[in-house]
């Protein structure tokens, strides 16, 4: 069994995912050939905003996003304590400040509360401008944009989304999708993504023409309409041309089928887990991943909490893995060190505790997940996650 079956996928896609590969080949035109500019329009249109750039991949998405904002030193980045590492990485390689919030214990995501908690203390500090808000889609649940809006428009902040994880999000009485819910979205189509190439990749959303024309100068190393007059300072992070043709075939099965189908993995899943450990008199409690009411998870990862009712003892995750790799089923943990906790960033000044973020560390599992995953494969799962606690 697969944690993310890409292989099954490949099966299901070949006959047109070869094609397209063929007639890149075929072109010669490898880097930024016409399936990039496509691609752009295409997935622009499925999220509902004017403009996509594509870019090399996600880390360079949220990098260029941050300069384009001219966000640099002195400046501070909110960011939820609970994520993958690149989050913050982006803000601290460009000068600026990574400010650890804390996130909703429910949704995995940045809480709101905690967030302007932090603002506030923040800005006491004269030696820092907040600027931005990096609110992050995790495991593909949206985070709560409209409360996000509110405080950013108090005080003056950008919302950056990271929706790495959150391609094809839909949050209720929203028109557009995950990537389209900040001032500036961003995005990224590593292989286990759920639009994913078949290597590196990543992409920008925005309604902004400004900020969209300097994008596009930005990750060809600043360059103007001359192509040998660079006007800034920029990057080189091009998705190629091969990517894009993938890519394509892809968001035509995501947006035809495959978000319809994970959803409904996903709720086979929460029915399983609930109607399993309800019953059960196990010492470890599982709980299934919350999501509000009316939105769509693109579910990048299905992750449960694990849990000791009772408050005593601890929970031995790593056993539980080794159990259930045993009976041939992967398991991950994300993420297993809040951000706050990171050798990196060691010298950053905390403002505030963060507790949902730590035991999120302590206690989440993510089970395998993808659009392919079958109703007999997820009993099996469920069936030797609870025989192992």
Partial sequence: ???????????????????????????????????????????????GVKHCVTCANGTDALTLALKVLGIGKGDVVFVPDFTFFASAEVVAEEGATPIFVDVDPKTFNISPCSLEAAIERVREDLALRPRAIIAVDLFGLPADFKALRTIAKTYNLTIIEDGAQGFGGLIPGEK?????????????????KPLGCYGDGGALFTDNDEWAATLRSLRLHGKGSNKYDNVRIGMNSRLDTLQAAILRVKLKAFADHELADVNRIAEYYTQLIEGTTRFSRKEVQVIPPFIPKGYTSSW????????????????????????????????????????????????????????????????????????????????TIVEALVSSL
């Fill in 1 to 47: 069994m697969q944690f993310r079956d890409l292989q099954q996928q490949y099966r299901h896609l070949k006959a047109d995912i070869d094609r397209a590969v063929s007639e890149v080949m075929a072109s010669g035109a490898f880097i930024m050939g016409e399936p990039v500019t496509t691609l752009e329009e295409e997935l622009a249109r499925y999220v």
């Fill in 176 to 192: 557009r999708r995950a990537c389209g819910y900040g001032d500036i979205g961003t995005t990224s189509f590593f292989p286990a």
């Fill in 300 to 379: 990048a990862q299905y992750t449960v909490r694990l849990t000791v009712p009772s408050g005593n003892g601890t929970i031995n995750r790593d056993a539980l893995q080794a159990k259930l790799k045993a009976k041939g089923i992967p398991t991950m943990v994300y993420y297993p060190i809040p951000m706050s906790h990171q050798t990196a960033f060691r010298n950053i000044h905390k403002y505030l505790h963060t507790p949902n973020a730590e035991m999120l560390a302590g206690s989440v599992l993510s089970l395998p997940m993808h659009p392919y995953l079958t109703r007999e494969e997820a009993r």
